[in-house]
């Protein structure tokens, strides 16, 4: 059991707050996928008249008013077919009904940290598959799993907050931590007001949730493959594009080496982390007709992204010690085979309709720019010598420094490892005597 509300606390507290938010705007948005617009009918079999508004069994054709799409009037939910629309809401909340006792119990099996984010995960990945279905019986499906998901996380998140501090703040803690799910359903009333197609507001609402899964090694997998992936939508000849994206390998691997001992890991990878992900971010915002300037920002985020991927390897060897070192790079490329699964799915938003060509470019974008800022929080190892021993890694005394104006001196092993070495050869000796 911890102590009271200290820094580690606050900072758990604002986190999970914030993982809310988009939890509750999912949690209201069947408020808004199975609106029913207004509508006319256009075709009437015969000599009758339909009112506006109604039903009538003589109407071969309605026609849906204002300017907001929903699923109702995409598939038509309307007269005979209206039980449907309220089934889209149904089984969302059965998924509720089911995630409620799924969650709990992989919660208290394996762990509240496990089963809050696989919710965050199925959550965020749910809403995107929702919002790009093309049948009713798909979106229904994926709906459900989505309650189930955003139960998981109301539960979970709950509970993990409460048991981090002592009783004299959990009620507060408790019941503040819910007013998040209503800034979520503020945000999507804004978001509903400001974007007229359902699927987009969908998308809105979801993509958020991958924002707390930002392993470094998941946007690294994520960016690589997407760049490669993406080139069948950029202008000009895509095997000359292709062969331009291979051959930054080379610059970009020899100027690594050179940034890698001079600025040190972790300046090296935020670095050509960001700048990727910000020109990825500037290949959107070019103009339609500047299609040439669109290829050449294209190249050299992957010129930046070869960068961070040539780096990782290395930072992350030296991150750990000796006995789980190759046990840690594995876990870590492992996270990043997962990026590159949902990889292709991203691709695939340019050939949605209503969405432009270069839409991946600014998921690629928004995931490298936030990931460059978060990996500055991890310390530099180039100054230091590789642990051996989980208590010499437990021991190191982290470096923070940035090194950009001085060149970095590597310093001897952690001292606390070396005297706990010293303490065991010493009683080795005094045992073998």
Request: charged share 10%.
């Amino acid at each position: 059991m911890t102590g009271g509300f200290g820094r580690y606390q606050t900072a758990l507290y604002i986190f999970i707050g914030l993982v809310a938010i988009p939890t509750g705007a999912q949690l209201q948005i069947p408020v808004f996928y199975a609106i029913s617009p207004p509508f006319t009918c256009v075709s009437v079999s015969g000599n009758t008249s339909c009112p506006v508004g109604k039903c009538c069994s003589s109407c071969v054709e309605y026609e849906f008013k204002g300017a907001f799409t929903s699923a109702v009037s995409e598939w038509d939910l309307i007269c005979d077919r209206r039980h449907l629309r309220a089934m889209t809401r149904a089984v969302f909340m059965v998924g509720l009904l089911i995630g409620a006792a799924v969650f709990s119990a992989i919660s208290d099996h394996f762990g509240r940290k496990l089963s809050f984010f696989m919710s965050i995960g199925f959550l965020a990945a749910s809403g995107v598959v929702s919002a790009v279905a093309d049948c009713l019986s798909l979106f229904s499906l994926f709906r459900f799993f989505a309650g189930a998901a955003t139960i998981g996380c109301i539960l979970v998140r709950f509970v993990y907050i409460a048991e981090m501090v002592v009783t004299a703040h959990r009620s507060w803690v408790g019941i503040i931590i819910m007013t998040f799910l209503a800034i979520g359903g503020c945000i999507l009333t804004l978001l509903a007001y400001l974007i007229s197609n359902w699927r987009h507001l969908m998308l809105a609402v979801s993509l958020p949730g991958f924002l707390p899964l930002l392993a470094w090694w998941n946007v690294n997998a994520i960016i690589y493959y997407g760049i490669n992936y993406n080139v069948h939508n950029l202008a000009g000849n895509v095997y000359l594009n292709y062969f331009l994206l291979m051959m930054v390998n080379f610059p970009s691997t020899v100027i690594c080496c050179y940034t890698l001992k001079r600025f040190g890991r972790r300046l090296t990878y935020c670095v050509f982390m960001l700048i990727g992900g910000v020109t990825c971010l500037l290949a959107v915002a070019v103009p339609t007709n500047q299609q040439a300037a669109v290829v050449t920002l294209v190249i050299f985020a992957r010129f930046c992204v070869v960068a961070t991927f040539t780096s990782i390897y290395l930072y992350t060897a030296e991150l750990y010690p000796t006995v789980i070192r190759n046990n840690g790079v594995g876990a870590c490329s492992t996270v990043a085979r997962i990026g590159g699964i949902i990889t292709p799915y991203i691709v695939l938003l340019s050939d949605l309709p209503n969405l432009w060509k270069t839409f991946p470019l600014l998921i690629l974008g928004v995931l490298g720019v936030a990931a460059g800022i978060m990996a500055f929080w991890l310390p530099e190892t180039v100054t230091s010598q590789m642990p051996q021993t989980v208590e010499q890694a437990e021991a190191w005394d982290e470096d923070y420094k940035i090194y950009c104006c001085r060149k970095p001196q590597i310093q001897a092993p952690h001292a606390q490892g070396l005297e706990m070495e010293a303490e065991e050869k010493q009683e080795l000796e005094e045992v073998t005597v």
